[in-house]
C-alpha cells in the first residue's frame, strides 16, 4: 500500500513519455468554458494507484482487530549495523489514519484530473509522480514502527512538496512561500534528526551497547529523565511547525495561498497530522518524564494556538486563509487533547484529526469552486448570493461548516467533547479559557458560509450549481463525514486500546514521584 501510489506515478511518468495526448472524459462539462476535460496518461494511473492505495487502506480497517496491538506487521532488518529496521504496522493510532490519507489523496488526483484548469495541465508526467511520491511518504510515516524508519518519510515528505508548491504554485510569491516553508520545515527535521539519534545511542548504553531504533525496544529502555527532556524539545519543534502550531506557523499564510488547491486538500488534511501523531506514537510513550514536565507549556501552546487562530480566522477575508487559521485553532484543540495525558483526551484527540481532515479538504475545495464562480477572487467579500441557484452547492458546504463548528450531533463534537473532558481532568482553568474555541469556532465558520452563500449577488459572480465533476470529488468525503456524525463508535472502539497503552506510561509518570531513577513502568496501575 504504501510504495503502490509511487510505483503507479513512476509508471505514468515513464508512460506519459510516449504520448500523453490521453483520451477524453465522456462527459460534458456545461457550466465551464472548456467543453471536455482531457485525461493524461500520468494522471490516470495517478487516480488507479491512488484508488488502489484507498481499497488496500478500507481493507485494513474493516480487517482490524480492536484487542490486538501491532497488526500486518512488515520487519526487515533493512541497515544492521545502525540497528534499523525496516518495520511497519497497522495499530489503532494509525489505522484511520492511513485511510484518511488515501481517501484524501483520491479525492484530491480526482479533482487535478477533472478540473481543466488544474496546475496538472504542465508538464503532468512530473506533476502526479512528486504528488504520488508525496502520499507514499505520508503512508509511510504513519505506518512505521522504526524511529529512523519514520524520520526517514517524515523528511521525505518534504521534497515533493517542494516541487508541487514552487513548481506548480500560484501567484508571484510562490518561489518566497516555498522558501520559508522549506526553511522552517527543514529546521524542524534537523533537530528531530539529532534527537532520534541521541534517542537511539543513550538508550543503546542502557541496553548493553545495541543499538537499536524499533519503537518497541526503545520504549523498553527509557531514557534519565534530563535526556527525555531535551530530547523531547527537539521533537516537539519539528512537529509543532508541521502541524502547525502558534507560534511556529510562519510559514502557513504564504504557504496557503501558493499552492494549488488539489495539493492544499491534502497537505492542511494530511500533513499537519502527521506532527500530531507523532506526539501519540513516538514522544508519549518513549519520553513520559518529559512530556509530565513540559505538560503544561504544551497545554498552553495549544490554547495560544486557539485563541489566535480563531481571532484570526474571524478578521481574514480570504477564504484559504479563513479555513488556515481556523486549522491553527483545530489543532490547538488537538495538542490540548494529547497533553491532557489521559484516554478521554488523547481519543478526543485522535478522532478530531481524523475530523479536522475529513473537513478542511472539501471546504478548501469549495472555496476554490467559490473562487472561480466570482471571477477567480478568494476574498469572501466578492462571494455571494448563488444558495438559491446552486441549492446542492449550498447543502454540501452547509453540512462541512456546521460539521467545522463541531455543532451538536456531528463527529467534530464528539472529539471536542473529548478532548475539553480530558483537559478539565488535567487542567481546570484552562479547559474553561479552551471553551471559547468553541464559540469562536461558530463565528468564523458561519461568517465564511454566510458571506459566500447569501447576502446579495457580488459583483461578477456567476450563479451556477455544482456539475457532476466537482460533486464526484466532494460527495464521498461529505459521505464519510456523515457515517461518523451517525457512528462515531466505528473510530472509537478500534482506537481505544492503542490510545491507552500511548498514554500509559506518562500517565503512569504523572503519578510517579520524581526520582533519579531512570525507570518508568509503563505497567503501572492507575490510582
Known amino acids: 500500500m504504501i510504495w503502490l501510489p509511487a510505483a503507479c506515478g513512476l509508471v505514468g511518468a515513464l508512460l506519459g513519455g510516449l504520448g500523453s495526448s490521453g483520451r477524453e472524459a465522456a462527459f460534458e462539462v456545461a457550466d465551464e468554458r472548456s467543453a471536455r476535460v482531457t485525461w493524461s496518461v500520468p494522471g490516470a494511473m495517478a487516480l488507479l494507484g491512488s484508488v488502489a492505495a484507498l481499497a488496500l487502506s478500507i481493507g485494513y480497517i474493516a480487517d482490524y482487530n480492536a484487542g490486538a496491538d501491532l497488526q500486518h506487521v512488515t520487519d526487515v532488518v533493512w541497515i544492521a549495523e545502525l540497528g534499523i529496521h525496516y518495520k511497519l504496522a497497522v495499530t489503532g493510532l494509525n489505522v484511520f489514519l492511513v485511510g484518511l490519507t488515501t481517501l484524501l489523496f483520491a479525492a484530491a488526483m480526482l479533482a487535478a484530473n477533472l478540473r481543466s484548469e488544474s496546475p496538472a495541465v504542465d508538464r503532468p508526467r512530473l506533476f502526479y509522480f512528486n504528488f504520488m511520491l508525496a502520499e507514499s511518504a505520508v503512508l509511510g510515516a504513519f505506518l512505521a514502527q522504526d524511529l529512523a524508519l519514520f524520520v526517514a518519510f517524515f523528511d521525505l515528505m518534504l521534497i515533493p512538496f517542494y516541487f508541487l508548491i514552487g513548481g506548480w504554485g500560484q501567484g508571484p510569491d510562490r518561489v518566497k512561500a516555498t522558501i520559508k516553508l522549506v526553511i522552517y520545515t527543514l529546521v524542524g527535521s534537523l533537530l528531530m534528526l539529532a534527537a532520534a539519534i541521541a534517542t537511539g545511542v543513550l538508550a543503546a548504553q542502557q541496553g548493553g551497547g545495541h543499538i537499536t531504533f524499533v519503537l518497541s525496544s526503545l520504549q523498553a529502555l527509557p531514557l534519565s529523565t534530563g535526556s527525555q527532556e531535551w530530547i523531547f ?65 504544551m497545554l498552553l501552546i495549544g490554547l495560544a494556538s486557539i485563541v489566535y487562530g480563531s481571532a484570526q480566522a474571524f478578521s481574514q477575508t480570504e477564504a484559504r486563509l479563513i479555513l488556515g487559521y481556523s486549522s491553527v485553532a483545530q489543532l490547538g484543540f488537538i495538542l490540548l487533547g494529547i497533553f491532557a495525558l489521559n484516554p478521554q483526551g488523547a481519543q478526543g484527540a485522535l478522532l478530531q484529526m481524523v475530523n479536522h481532515g475529513l473537513v478542511v479538504a472539501p471546504a478548501l475545495f469549495i472555496a476554490a469552486l467559490l473562487g472561480r464562480r466570482a471571477g477567480g477572487s478568494e476574498d469572501i467579500r466578492d462571494m455571494g448570493g448563488i444558495a438559491f441557484r446552486a441549492p446542492v452547492l449550498a447543502s454540501i458546504f452547509l453540512i462541512v461548516s456546521l460539521a467545522t463548528l463541531a455543532m451538536p450531533g456531528s463527529s467534530n463534537f464528539v472529539g471536542e467533547f473529548l ?75 478500534r482506537s481505544e486500546g492503542s490510545v491507552k497503552a500511548s498514554v500509559a506510561s506518562a500517565r503512569a509518570a504523572l503519578y510517579t514521584p520524581l526520582s533519579t531513577s531512570a525507570s518508568v513502568e509503563p505497567e503501572r496501575s492507575e490510582p
Open 233 to 297: 524539545l527537539f521533537f516537539a519543534a519539528a512537529f509543532l511547525v508541521k502541524m502547525p502550531a502558534f507560534p511556529l506557523h510562519g510559514w502557513m499564510p504564504d504557504g496557503y495561498r501558493a499552492m494549488p488547491v488539489e495539493v492544499l486538500m491534502v497537505f492542511s488534511g494530511v500533513l499537519s497530522k502527521v506532527g500530531a501523531y507523532g506526539f501519540l506514537a513516538i514522544v508519549l510513550p518513549l519520553f513520559p518524564r518529559a512530556a509530565v514536565h513540559f505538560q503544561t507549556l
Open 419 to 493: 478532548i475539553l473532558l480530558g483537559v478539565f481532568q488535567a487542567k481546570l482553568v484552562i479547559a474553561i479559557i479552551a471553551f471559547s474555541g468553541v464559540v469562536l469556532a461558530s463565528v468564523y465558520a458561519l461568517r465564511l458560509f454566510i458571506r459566500a452563500m447569501h447576502n446579495r449577488v457580488g459583483p461578477g459572480v456567476q450563479s451556477r450549481e455544482i456539475s457532476i465533476r466537482d460533486g464526484a470529488v466532494l460527495v464521498p468525503l461529505v459521505s464519510v463525514i456523515l457515517f461518523l456524525a451517525l457512528y462515531p463508535q466505528f473510530a472509537l472502539h
